[in-house]
Protein backbone atom coordinates (compact mmCIF):
# COMPACT_ATOMS: atom_id res chain seq x y z
CA UNK A 1 0.00 0.00 0.00
CA UNK A 2 1.41 3.04 -0.77
CA UNK A 3 -0.03 6.36 1.64
CA UNK A 4 0.24 10.20 1.00
CA UNK A 5 -0.58 12.32 3.61
CA UNK A 6 -2.32 15.97 3.25
CA UNK A 7 -3.65 18.69 4.78
CA UNK A 8 -1.11 20.58 6.68
CA UNK A 9 0.26 24.18 7.19
CA UNK A 10 0.12 27.00 9.15
CA UNK A 11 -2.31 27.76 11.58
CA UNK A 12 -2.73 29.64 14.77
CA UNK A 13 -3.09 28.65 18.20
CA UNK A 14 -6.49 27.75 19.14
CA UNK A 15 -7.29 26.84 15.59
CA UNK A 16 -8.48 23.38 13.91
CA UNK A 17 -6.65 21.46 11.32
CA UNK A 18 -7.60 18.05 9.40
CA UNK A 19 -5.54 15.80 8.26
CA UNK A 20 -5.88 13.27 5.53
CA UNK A 21 -4.02 10.30 4.31
CA UNK A 22 -5.20 8.51 0.73
CA UNK A 23 -4.24 4.88 0.58
CA UNK A 24 -3.90 2.84 -2.66
CA UNK A 25 -4.62 -0.22 -3.08
CA UNK A 26 -8.53 -2.48 -2.49
CA UNK A 27 -6.97 -3.75 1.09
CA UNK A 28 -7.25 -0.51 3.19
CA UNK A 29 -10.16 -1.44 5.12
CA UNK A 30 -7.49 -4.61 6.89
CA UNK A 31 -5.07 -2.09 7.99
CA UNK A 32 -4.58 -0.82 11.18
CA UNK A 33 -4.05 3.08 10.88
CA UNK A 34 -2.33 5.52 12.58
CA UNK A 35 -0.81 9.00 12.70
CA UNK A 36 2.49 9.70 14.12
CA UNK A 37 4.66 12.69 14.87
CA UNK A 38 7.91 13.81 15.00
CA UNK A 39 10.16 16.99 15.76
CA UNK A 40 13.66 17.65 15.09
CA UNK A 41 15.92 15.47 17.28
CA UNK A 42 12.59 14.02 19.36
CA UNK A 43 11.42 10.64 18.83
CA UNK A 44 8.96 9.75 16.65
CA UNK A 45 5.52 9.91 19.14
CA UNK A 46 1.99 8.55 18.39
CA UNK A 47 -0.64 10.72 17.89
CA UNK A 48 -3.54 8.59 17.40
CA UNK A 49 -3.91 5.14 15.48
CA UNK A 50 -7.70 3.40 14.62
CA UNK A 51 -7.87 -0.49 14.44
CA UNK A 52 -9.90 -2.49 11.36
CA UNK A 53 -12.44 -2.67 13.84
CA UNK A 54 -12.72 1.49 13.94
CA UNK A 55 -11.45 0.82 17.83
CA UNK A 56 -9.14 4.07 18.20
CA UNK A 57 -6.23 4.65 20.72
CA UNK A 58 -4.88 8.32 21.31
CA UNK A 59 -1.47 9.84 22.67
CA UNK A 60 -1.68 11.41 26.06
CA UNK A 61 -0.64 14.89 24.85
CA UNK A 62 -3.63 15.04 22.05
CA UNK A 63 -6.19 13.31 23.91
CA UNK A 64 -9.33 15.55 24.10
CA UNK A 65 -8.16 17.49 21.07
CA UNK A 66 -7.95 14.96 18.38
CA UNK A 67 -10.21 12.61 16.28
CA UNK A 68 -9.06 10.27 14.24
CA UNK A 69 -11.49 7.95 11.52
CA UNK A 70 -11.40 6.40 8.45
CA UNK A 71 -13.24 5.99 5.25
CA UNK A 72 -12.72 2.81 3.96
CA UNK A 73 -15.01 3.48 0.82
CA UNK A 74 -12.51 6.23 0.50
CA UNK A 75 -9.14 4.76 1.06
CA UNK A 76 -8.42 7.32 3.38
CA UNK A 77 -7.71 8.30 6.81
CA UNK A 78 -8.41 11.26 8.99
CA UNK A 79 -7.05 13.38 11.44
CA UNK A 80 -9.11 15.92 13.02
CA UNK A 81 -7.13 17.91 15.67
CA UNK A 82 -8.93 21.45 17.77
CA UNK A 83 -7.62 23.76 20.03
CA UNK A 84 -3.63 23.57 18.69
CA UNK A 85 -1.49 24.43 20.21
CA UNK A 86 2.43 25.51 19.54
CA UNK A 87 3.75 22.30 21.30
CA UNK A 88 1.55 20.42 17.91
CA UNK A 89 4.20 21.89 15.75
CA UNK A 90 5.85 19.11 13.81
CA UNK A 91 6.00 16.47 10.88
CA UNK A 92 3.01 13.80 11.14
CA UNK A 93 2.82 10.61 9.45
CA UNK A 94 0.50 8.18 8.27
CA UNK A 95 1.20 4.10 8.33
CA UNK A 96 -0.41 1.47 7.87
CA UNK A 97 0.02 -1.83 9.30
CA UNK A 98 -1.09 -5.25 8.26
CA UNK A 99 2.08 -7.59 8.82
CA UNK A 100 4.07 -4.31 7.90
CA UNK A 101 4.31 -1.26 8.67
CA UNK A 102 4.01 1.41 5.54
CA UNK A 103 4.50 4.81 6.28
CA UNK A 104 3.89 7.87 4.16
CA UNK A 105 5.05 10.86 3.60
CA UNK A 106 4.97 13.38 6.09
CA UNK A 107 2.90 16.91 6.44
CA UNK A 108 4.27 19.86 8.27
CA UNK A 109 1.81 21.22 11.01
CA UNK A 110 3.07 24.58 12.40
CA UNK A 111 0.82 26.12 14.88
CA UNK A 112 2.10 29.92 15.79
CA UNK A 113 1.06 31.99 18.98
Known amino acids: VQLQAFGGGLVQAGGSLRLSCAAS????????MGWYRQQPGKQRELVAS???????NYGESVKGRATISRDNAKNTLYLQMNSLRVEDTSLYYC????????WGQGTVVIVFS
Open 25 to 32: GSTFRSFA
Open 50 to 56: IGSDGRS
Open 95 to 102: VGSLNYDY
